[in-house]
């Protein structure tokens, strides 16, 4: 079944603790990225990433990080979470990139960091 | 800069009542427009795109969306809701850029 996974889907943290939150896709997709929703604000992106390698800032990359080092992965690392961080975060695939194509999205990861 | 406007923030509809909800962007280049559907604990999926042709476009579940270039607009709709259709709604813009989403509560 094609789709996109993450995990943890929940995770409560402490300021400071540094976390990981894995994306999967096994699509075959070049491109993946990064949201965070909040209320009020819709999704909003953090990172993406045309191809391997190759990643870029989204709208609200402060205090994030990620890599591509493999074509299906595309972990979320927070070094230094905050309570600022605590949100739902949702990672997507899509094919290129294009801005024709449907973006596939994982089931969310809901993090609160205290 | 770019931007999408969701105006209705949350909806409320009784069953088989007619719904539309507004979506307007400002985007300086071609447009391609989606609308995203998120139910309750389940992750986005796409509910219809509009990338050229037909400015009416239908998508699963019954619901349709209207292309107005002239207003910037791309409202979705439905002629007769159902329960199941409580979710969260989401406008976007060339894949990238969302709206804030609109809630819809449906009461049965």
Redesign the interface.
Known sequence: EAQ?TQNPRYLITVTGKKLTVTCSQNMNHEYM?W?RQDP??????IY?SMNVEVTDK?DVPEGYKVSRKEKRNFPLILESPSPNQTSLY?C?S?LQ???????Y????TRLTVL | AQSVS?HN?HVILSEAASLELGCNYSYGG?V?L?W?VQYPG?????LL?Y?SGDPLVKGIKGFEAEFIKSKFSFNLRKPSVQWSDTAEY?CAV???Y????TSLTVIP
């Open positions: 996109v990225s949201y009020g604000l819709g999704l909003r992106q993406y989204g949702f997507a899509s990139g294009a801005f024709t194509d449907t973006q999205f994982g089931p969310g | 969701q923030h071609t391609n989606f995203y389940q992750h986005l999926q796409l795109k990338f989401f060339n894949q990238f969302f709206g804030t989403g």
